[in-house]
C-alpha cells in the first residue's frame, strides 16, 4: 500500500482511535473486523499493525495504518485493510490477551 492512504489523520480524536484499534490487533488474532462499507472481513492477523504517516492526494501528512489477515485454511488468500474502515473488532479466540 506504500506511503499514501486515501485518508490521513492529524486531530487526537482520530489517532486516538486508530491507536486503540491497534491494541485489539495482536498478533495471530481471529476476528472479524466489521467495516464502515457494512461489510465483514473475517481472519487471523499477520502482525499487529501500527499507526504509520502516510500522504492523501492532496500531499497532507498525516496517520493511518493498515491490519493484514490471512486464513491458514486458503494459504493464497489475504487481504489488507484500512484501519479507518474498521468500525467493529470480533475477537473470535482468546490471543487479546498477549500475543505469540
Same mark, same amino acid.
Given at each position: 500500500m506504500g506511503k499514501f492512504a486515501?485518508?490521513?489523520?492529524?486531530?487526537q480524536g482520530r489517532i486516538h482511535?486508530? %491507536?486503540a484499534l491497534v491494541n485489539e490487533l495482536p498478533t495471530n $488474532?481471529?476476528?472479524v473486523l466489521q467495516l464502515r462499507d457494512g461489510s465483514a472481513c473475517d481472519g487471523v492477523i499477520c %502482525?499487529?499493525?501500527?499507526v504509520q504517516i502516510f500522504h492523501d $492526494?492532496?500531499?497532507?501528512?498525516?496517520l493511518n495504518g493498515v491490519v493484514r489477515l490471512e486464513r491458514p485454511d486458503v494459504p493464497t488468500w489475504s487481504r489488507s485493510?484500512?484501519?479507518d474502515?474498521?468500525?467493529h473488532v470480533e475477537?473470535?479466540?482468546?490471543?487479546?490477551?498477549?500475543e505469540s
Amino acid at each position: 500500500m506504500g506511503k499514501f492512504a486515501e485518508h490521513v489523520y492529524t486531530d487526537q480524536g482520530r489517532i486516538h482511535r486508530l %491507536e486503540a484499534l491497534v491494541n485489539e490487533l495482536p498478533t495471530n $488474532g481471529h476476528v472479524v473486523l466489521q467495516l464502515r462499507d457494512g461489510s465483514a472481513c473475517d481472519g487471523v492477523i499477520c %502482525e499487529r499493525p501500527s499507526v504509520q504517516i502516510f500522504h492523501d $492526494g492532496q500531499h497532507r501528512e498525516g496517520l493511518n495504518g493498515v491490519v493484514r489477515l490471512e486464513r491458514p485454511d486458503v494459504p493464497t488468500w489475504s487481504r489488507s485493510i484500512w484501519l479507518d474502515d474498521i468500525c467493529h473488532v470480533e475477537h473470535l479466540d482468546s490471543t487479546l490477551g498477549g500475543e505469540s
